[in-house]
């Protein structure tokens, strides 16, 4: 039987599942639409779609490591209740599993790629909605390689709250590289060096400081050294290289890395949720329309 456009979007008003998802279930269905439905139904498809406009601010980080390879994933769940089920954690390792056997470039591709199971990603992470009850997503995730002189840092703070993957390099050892991990995860740098901070965000920073300067009543002819010297302070907020090192506060990272013949060449930070914006519940403003349907 040929399946219409007006059959799909049939579908998808009464299921609420994609367009690619009532296709193929109209097709394996032979057009029939409640069959349809029940295999969208099945497959956690339709389930899953009814829960798209909730917000999942909650979840956790992963971090999976083979040989020289390593991916950093952030999972979002609904609450952080199901943040701790046993179910949601075999999920997450799952697709970080099948993350860095496939090494997929984008989300995009990766919800597309076929597991061992022969479902897709995004068929797999709908199967664990029907079976968990909450709306999950694969956010993001990065791949990261490594030669055999380097070593990676994994580490996850507060069960997965934060999680953060470094890559030094000229050392093998992964205590050195855990370590700058752990600092990373408690001060939350943006760049690695100086040389990572773009002109227009440098600029930017120096008019405002120079401004700051000239509001306090200083003289113009040392504003300008103001400026360089609250720079350093700029750079030392978000530059890993320039921070007091979190575990000796009498050293700077730079130093405690070239003391131990490494160099940091990259690192991913994730924390939970950043910037998704979480929905703020009233409770009493809700009870009262409810009382006032009634």
Not at 169 to 190: C, Q, R, W, Y
Request: charged content about 30%.
């Amino acid at each position: 039987m040929a399946i219409t456009a007006q059959m799909v979007k049939e579908l998808r008003e009464k299921t609420g599942a994609g367009m690619m998802d009532c296709k193929k279930a109209l097709t394996e269905t032979n057009g029939d639409m409640e069959k349809a439905i029940d295999w969208l139904r099945e497959k956690g498809i339709a389930k899953a779609a009814k829960k798209a406009d909730r917000i999942a601010a909650e979840g956790t980080t992963f971090i999976e490591v083979e040989g020289n390879n390593a991916v950093i994933v952030e999972v979002n769940s609904e609450t952080d209740f199901v943040a701790k089920n046993d179910d949601f954690k075999a999920l997450v390792k799952e697709l970080a599993t099948h993350l860095l056997k496939n090494k997929p470039a984008t989300l995009e591709e990766a919800l597309q790629q076929k597991m061992e199971n022969g479902a897709t990603v995004e068929e797999h992470i709908n199967a664990a909605i029907a079976k968990i009850g909450e709306k999950l997503t694969l956010r993001r995730f990065e791949i990261i390689e490594k030669s055999d002189n380097a070593a990676f840092g994994a580490y996850l703070h507060m069960g997965g709250r934060i999680g953060v993957l470094t890559l030094l390099e000229g050392t093998t050892d992964e205590t050195i590289a855990k370590d700058v991990a752990m600092h990373i995860a408690a001060l939350s740098p943006k760049y690695v060096s100086r040389d990572q901070v773009s002109q227009a965000e440098l600029d930017r920073e120096r008019e405002v400081l120079k401004q700051q300067a000239l509001n306090e009543g200083k003289p113009a002819n040392i504003v300008e050294k103001m400026v360089e010297g609250r720079l350093n302070k700029f750079y030392e907020d978000i530059c890993l290289l320039e921070q007091t090192f979190v575990k000796n506060p009498d050293v700077k990272v730079r130093q405690f890395v070239e003391a131990n013949g490494a160099t940091v060449k990259s690192f991913v930070r994730y924390e939970v949720g950043e910037g998704i914006e979480k929905r703020q519940d009233n409770f009493a403003e809700e009870v009262m329309s409810q009382v006032r349907k009634q």
